[in-house]
């Protein structure tokens, strides 16, 4: 992957965190346990590190193909951003927007070989 095409997954890595942490900032205002949230949170931070610390390395895989799952993920946090804005019981939307995280430490994982 070219330089680009690195800043442009590191940079979808930042905003999909961008949401966690407003999730999570969600939850705490309606008084909520956020304490999963901030797991998945702290995940995908040591995911972004490592990538950071690898952006010199050879990263296989397809950056379109990685990119677009990103953006995927990112789509599906929000709509789970807007049914927590709306409904009392949250823990349905909380284990979908965990079960996200691990979709981006997969799709991570395989650029990095790991």
Do not use: P
């Amino acid at each position: 992957m070219n330089r680009c095409q690195k800043l442009d997954i590191l940079d979808r890595l930042i905003f999909i965190r961008g949401k966690y942490l407003k999730l999570e900032f969600m939850l705490k205002l309606d008084d909520e346990d956020a304490t999963t949230i901030e797991d998945a949170t702290a995940r995908l931070a040591g995911r972004i590190e490592d990538i950071r610390t690898q952006l010199h390395d050879r990263w296989s895989g397809s950056a379109n193909r990685t990119t677009a799952e990103l953006r995927k993920i990112s789509r599906r946090l929000q709509k789970v951003i807007r049914t927590i804005d709306t409904e009392t019981d949250v823990a349905e939307s909380i284990l979908k927007a965990v079960g996200y995280v691990d979709d981006v430490l997969r799709i991570t994982g395989r650029i990095l070989g790991v």
